[in-house]
C-alpha cells in the first residue's frame, strides 16, 4: 500500500492551522498565468457576462418604474442619467489604473503590492465622489438648465440627481470593489454581490417610488433611493469579501498611509482612460443633435438602436474584461508572448460571438426592435439602423478585446488617441457629410458611426500587433 503524501495537500492543511482561514481563500489560489488559455478565458468571461448585464439594468429599472409616473417623470430619469453616466465613466476611467495595477501585480506574486494599489485606490475614489457630491448638491440645478429641458422636467430631475450625486460614494466603492476582484481573477464573487443587490434594486424599487406597504411615496427621487441604498449594500457586501479574505485578494489597511508616488502612478495610467469615456459620451450628445432634424422617430430609433447593441455588446466586452486580467497577470508574470496569444484568442471568440448575432440582426432585424415597439415606421428605422451596425458587430469584436487588453496592461493613451482621431476627426465630419450622399438622410449618421468604430478597431489590431504594449512597465 502506498504511504505517498500530496506535498501541496500537507502544505495547505499546514496554512489552514497557522490561519483558518487559508483553506478558504485557497480555493481562489489557481494561478491564471498557466494552463489552457480558452479555459482560463471562459471561466473569466462568463460572470462578467451576468455582471455587466445587471449592470445595464440599474438605469433601465427605474425607467421601467418611473415611467408610470408620466412622461416628465420619464424624461427627468433620463436627463439626470445622462449626466450620472458621465460621471460614473469618469471613475471607471479612474479605476482602469487599479485593474492594471492588481492584475499584473497578482502575477508577479507581489499581493503585498496589489494591497498598496487598492488602498490608494481608495484615496483616489473617495476624494473625487466627495467632490463630485459637493458639486451635484450646489449646482444640479444649473447643469440641468443646461440641456434646455421644461421646468417640470428640471424640477423633478433636481432631487434625483442630488441623491444620485451623494451616492456616488458608495457606488464608488461598490465599482473599486468589484474592479479589484476581477481583476485579481475572481469574478465569480463580484458576479454573486452584483446577483444580490441588483436583485434587490429590482424588487424594492417600486415600493419607494410609489409608496407600498409601509414604504413612504417618493416619486422619482425614491428610484434614486433605492439605487443608492442598493449600491451601498453591494459596496458592503464587496468590503467584507475583500477584508475577510473570503475572495482571491485579501485586503487590509494596518499601517495605511498616503502613497504620493502611488497616487500618481494611477492618475497618470487612469487619466487617459476618463478621459477617452468622456469624449465618447460628448460624442454621443452630438450624433444625437444631428439626428433630430430627421424627427421624433429617427431620435427614437438612434436611442432604441443604441440601447439594443450595448446589450448586444455584453458577450465582447465580457471576452475583453477576461483577456484583460489574464494580459495584465501574465505580464506581471514576465510572460508577454503568452498575454499577446490570449488578447487574440479573445479576439477571436467576441468576433464569433459578434458574427452570429449580426447575422441574425441583417437577416431579422425588425424581430428584435418590436420587442421594445411595434410602430411600423420606428420598426423600419430602427431595423435598419441594426442593419447598418452589423458592419460595427464585427469590429466591436476587436475594439472591445483589444482596448480592455491595452487597459489591462495599463497602456491606455493608445485607446484615448485612437478614440479621439476616429470619432471626432472621422465620425463627426462624416456624420455631417455622408447625410447629403445620395439618398441616405439619417442613415449616413448611423454609417459614420459604423466606419468610425471598423477604423479604431484596425487602429487597436495594428498597434497590438507591433507588441509595444508589451514593455508596458510601472
Not at 164 to 171: E, R
Request: charged residues 10%; glycine residues 10%.
Amino acid at each position: 500500500m502506498s504511504t505517498d503524501v500530496d506535498p501541496e495537500a500537507v502544505d495547505a492543511e499546514e496554512a489552514k492551522s497557522i490561519n483558518p482561514g487559508a483553506g478558504k481563500r485557497a480555493a481562489f489560489a489557481r494561478d491564471w498565468t498557466q494552463g489552457s488559455i480558452t479555459r482560463n478565458l471562459l471561466t473569466l468571461a462568463w460572470p462578467v457576462v451576468i455582471s455587466n448585464s445587471l449592470n445595464m439594468l440599474g438605469p433601465t429599472i427605474d425607467m421601467i418604474w418611473v415611467g408610470k409616473l408620466g412622461a416628465s417623470a420619464m424624461a427627468a430619469v433620463g436627463l439626470s442619467g445622462q449626466i450620472v453616466t458621465v460621471v460614473n465613466s469618469l471613475m471607471m476611467g479612474l479605476f482602469t489604473s487599479l485593474r492594471a495595477m492588481v492584475a499584473r501585480r497578482v502575477g508577479a506574486g507581489d499581493e503585498a503590492g496589489a494591497n498598496r494599489a487598492v488602498q490608494q485606490a481608495f484615496v483616489i475614489g473617495v476624494a473625487f465622489s466627495t467632490f463630485m457630491a459637493v458639486i451635484g448638491i450646489l449646482l444640479s440645478h444649473q447643469i440641468l438648465n443646461l440641456f434646455g429641458a421644461e421646468e417640470e422636467v428640471v424640477h423633478q430631475a433636481l432631487l434625483y440627481n442630488q441623491i444620485q450625486f451623494v451616492g456616488m460614494i458608495t457606488m464608488t466603492v461598490r465599482m473599486l470593489t468589484e474592479a479589484t476582484m476581477q481583476s485579481s481573477g475572481d469574478t465569480v464573487t463580484a458576479m454573486r454581490i452584483g446577483v444580490f443587490f441588483r436583485l434587490l434594486h429590482i424588487g424594492l424599487c417600486p415600493f419607494l417610488v410609489f409608496g407600498w406597504w409601509i414604504f413612504p411615496n417618493m416619486g422619482v427621487s425614491g428610484a434614486a433611493t433605492m439605487n443608492v441604498i442598493s449600491q451601498g449594500i453591494g459596496a458592503s457586501l464587496g468590503m467584507w469579501f475583500l477584508l475577510s479574505g473570503h475572495t482571491r485578494l485579501r485586503i487590509s489597511f494596518t499601517g495605511f498611509r498616503v502613497d504620493a508616488s502611488n497616487i500618481w502612478q494611477q492618475l497618470k495610467i487612469g487619466i487617459p482612460s476618463s478621459i477617452n469615456s468622456v469624449l465618447r459620451s460628448f460624442v454621443g450628445l452630438f450624433i444625437i443633435k444631428f439626428i433630430v432634424p430627421y424627427g421624433t422617430v429617427a431620435v427614437a430609433a438612434h436611442s432604441l438602436g443604441q440601447r439594443i447593441e450595448t446589450f448586444l455588446d455584453v458577450g465582447a466586452s465580457a471576452f475583453g474584461n477576461a483577456a484583460g486580467v489574464l494580459a495584465g497577470q501574465n505580464l506581471g508574470a514576465h510572460k508577454p508572448e503568452r498575454a499577446q496569444r490570449t488578447g487574440w484568442i479573445a479576439v477571436g471568440f467576441a468576433t464569433a460571438v459578434m458574427f452570429v448575432i449580426g447575422m441574425y440582426m441583417l437577416i431579422w432585424p425588425g424581430s428584435v426592435v418590436r420587442i421594445f415597439n411595434s410602430d411600423p415606421k420606428l420598426v423600419q428605422i430602427a431595423g435598419t439602423f441594426l442593419q447598418i451596425a452589423v458592419v460595427s458587430f464585427l469590429a466591436m469584436g476587436p475594439a472591445s478585446v483589444l482596448t480592455s487588453c491595452l487597459n489591462g496592461v495599463g497602456d491606455t493613451m493608445i485607446p484615448l488617441l485612437a478614440s479621439f482621431a476616429t470619432m471626432w476627426c472621422v465620425q463627426l465630419p462624416l456624420a455631417i457629410y455622408l447625410p447629403k450622399v445620395g439618398n441616405l438622410g439619417v442613415y449616413g449618421v448611423r454609417w459614420s458611426m459604423a466606419i468610425a468604430l471598423s477604423l479604431r478597431a484596425f487602429t487597436y489590431l495594428i498597434y497590438f500587433k507591433m507588441g509595444r504594449w508589451k514593455r508596458r512597465s510601472f
